[in-house]
């Protein structure tokens, strides 16, 4: 581009100059490249000006009377603010002090006197050149700013949403539950949720979708309706993670899944059932010997295999009171350093290690996160669930609305389910949604859930697999016990379990009998109910349960039949 | 950051080479290195040799290729892994789904 080319716009150029000579001289020169002038005598008459007429360009005089150039380009840029007004000095000075001063005063250039038009007008368009830029520039960053506001401005309403389904849960009021996560942590693909199931066990999840933003947090929304709706109704592990995974696999595109810990954690058993599918390794740590036990990941992540060829298959570890199960995202491992090294497994188990004050294991990790790289990530999640003695807390179960008039009072109903369907069915949370059609048994929903599902797990384990309850009595056994049973299950072809209910009216009140038959051997009940109900001890844990909650409980044909009642008064 | 393909001379297999980081950034760089044959190769073979970092949006993408291999039907191989990024691959489980050595 030729320097006497007129500039791409015309621009409206202030000239101040105390030579009334040198002003029209100038003038005429831009004027004659396309401009538009406007001219001041001093310092003081081109502020004023500036302020009115606003031009994009100034040259200035430096040294001029009432007002000097330096003063008079100080006011202007200030007056500018954030848009650049190039100032060009215009001066007859050489030394070098005099020059930089000019620089100083918030000049962009100087001219030297005498004017070379060519020259001026070759500044006068880089200069231009310089004012778009930062008038793009300007606009860009605004046009970012807005579009950030709107965005956050959506995710908080995505969050409150969200909130109100995910902390249905008891992540906040569960007393040993400990959790570090972002706010925001939605947005980074973390999950975190957690619920009592009818008979007071709980159940949480960890998850981590692939991706960010919305997209991540798009799929935990149906994700979190499955945990809670059926945590709530009873249903166990297995059929919440099939139905989970069915539901994203669904759902989300190919490219998407959910890493995810779901465990269920007994307070009554003792016991936490856990399933991996690509979360780092989690932990059960014993609080008497410091040992921990890995929780490592067996499965494909969530959404991503078909309802086929889906492994549900859960472990299980004897837990003790006190003890702590330790679950983590994988912002913690890889949290990096300035050299781009990550954190790490082997960093973490030197945290663990060197703990010495279980409660402060959070601040520990974080500690080290802070200190290995400086700052925190937001994408950490943590969650520590301890195993605490006291009164369960339970699922209170959907909201009845029903005045109970038209409840059925007198009824009963047999059930055999055999092989093929203990294999894979959990019948228990229909029995319960059945026997909670009765009015009067709805306050008792977590005891009789409680009951049936250790009488119910005592027929399958003990009588139609024929599992011997003494393996459990250290935690290798244990261990070994959920081995066995998983392979007895799987290669089960007779067998069944029978359940009746029976309802009778008394008076206003009734009663419900609770009849569960076996297939297997039979037990010597005598024996076994003679044995002290050693609270520590691994085995045999179904039984005190089971004498705790209900008041009468009979067995019949050599162990093979156990019956139970339930009571209820007239409702007030 | 790169994505190479090259195929075999009798045009059944295909080779994906990616090299550094294998994150978000290579996405569409990665589904081009496949989807630009016209005819479709019988196997897939994923070279993670100078492949320095893979995070879970690349799992996702090795799902993609994965699918338009044919699924189950699929022959996709991931080969020359270093430990860290087989690390990745074995907490994910993708074995179950990928030849991986």
């Known amino acids: 581009m030729s320097a006497l080319a007129p500039a791409h716009e015309a621009l409206t150029i202030l000239i101040a100059d105390d030579s009334a000579t040198d002003l029209l001289l ?40 009432v007002m000097d150039g330096f003063e008079a380009a100080r006011w202007i840029k200030q007056l500018s603010g954030e848009a650049l007004v190039p100032i060009i000095f215009l001066t007859s000075l050489t030394d070098s002090a005099d020059l930089a001063e000019c620089l100083d ?48 401005h959506e995710q908080r309403v995505a969050k409150a949403v969200f909130d109100k389904v995910a902390h249905s849960g008891c992540i906040n009021a569960a007393p040993n539950i400990r959790y570090l996560q972002s706010p925001y942590a939605l947005f980074n693909g973390d999950l975190l949720l957690a619920a009592y199931t009818p008979s007071g066990d709980m159940h949480v999840l960890l998850g981590d979708f692939t991706g960010h933003g919305l997209p991540a947090a798009v799929g935990a929304m149906p994700l979190a309706e499955v945990f809670y709706g059926m945590t709530a109704k009873g249903y166990g592990l297995t059929q919440i993670l099939r139905e989970m995974n069915a539901k994203l696999k669904r759902i989300l595109p190919v490219d998407m899944f959910c890493c995810a810990t779901l465990l269920c954690l007994s307070t009554d058993r003792r016991v936490v059932e856990v399933w991996n599918g690509g979360m780092p390794e989690g932990y059960v740590l014993e609080v008497t010997t410091g040992k921990r036990t890995p929780l490592a990941s067996r499965h494909l992540p969530l959404g991503v295999l078909s309802a086929e060829l889906f492994d549900d298959r859960t472990e299980v570890w004897p837990v003790a009171l006190g003890d702590r199960v330790f679950l983590l995202s994988d912002g913690v491992l890889e949290t990096a350093d300035a050299n781009d090294r990550l954190f790490g497994v082997e960093r973490l188990q030197q945290v663990f290690d060197a703990n010495r004050e279980p409660d402060r294991l959070f601040d520990d990790i974080e500690q080290a996160l802070v200190a290995f790289r400086g700052e925190a990530r937001d994408d950490v999640s943590m969650v520590e669930i301890t195993l605490r003695s006291g009164l369960a807390t339970r699922a209170t179960g959907p909201l009845y609305a029903d005045s109970g008039q038209s409840c059925p009072r007198d009824w009963s109903v047999n059930f055999e389910f055999r092989a093929e369907t203990l294999k894979r069915y959990n019948p228990l949370p229909y029995l319960l949604q059945l026997l909670l059609e009765i009015h009067g048994l709805r306050a008792q929903s977590g005891a009789l859930y409680s009951v049936m599902a250790e009488l119910y797990s005592n027929a399958l384990e003990h009588g139609v697999l024929g599992l011997d309850s003494l393996l459990k009595r250290d935690a290798q056994g244990f261990a070994e016990y959920y081995r066995q049973r998983n392979e007895r299950l799987a290669q089960l072809d007779s067998g069944y379990v029978r359940v009746q209910v029976q309802v009778v009216p008394n008076g206003a009140g009734g009663t419900m009998t609770l009849r569960i038959e076996d297939s297997g051997p039979g037990f010597d009940v005598e024996k076994v109910l003679a044995q002290p109900m050693d609270i520590d001890r691994l085995s045999g844990r179904g039984l005190g349960l089971v004498r705790q909650l209900s008041r009468d409980i009979r067995w019949s044909d050599g162990g093979r039949c156990v019956c139970v009642e339930f009571s209820w008064e007239a409702l007030a | 950051m790169s994505v190479e393909s090259v195929v075999s001379p009798d045009g059944k297999k295909l080779t994906i080479v990616i090299k550094g980081r294998f994150d978000f950034s290579s996405h569409q760089l990665f589904r081009d290195a496949y989807e630009r044959f016209y005819k479709a190769p019988d196997t897939y073979i994923v070279d993670l040799k100078d492949t320095t970092y893979l995070d879970s949006s690349a799992l996702g993408m090795l799902l993609l290729l994965r699918d338009h291999a044919g699924g189950d039907e699929s022959e996709v191989r991931v080969i020359n892994s270093n430990s860290d990024v087989r690390k990745i691959l074995a907490i994910s489980n993708f074995d179950k789904l990928f030849d991986i050595n």
């Open chain 1, 26 to 65: 100038l003038s005429t020169i831009v004027r004659r490249q396309g401009h538009q002038v406007l001219t001041a005598a001093n310092g003081r008459e081109a502020v004023e000006v500036f302020t009115r007429a606003r031009p994009q360009l100034v040259l200035m005089d430096a040294l001029m009377p």
């Open chain 1, 105 to 152: 005063a918030g000049g962009d250039d100087f001219l030297a006197k005498p004017y070379n038009p060519l020259l001026l007008a070759a500044k006068i368009n880089a200069m231009d050149r310089l004012r778009r830029l930062q008038a793009t520039v300007l606009q860009q960053r605004d046009l970012i700013a807005k579009h950030n506001d709107y965005l956050l």
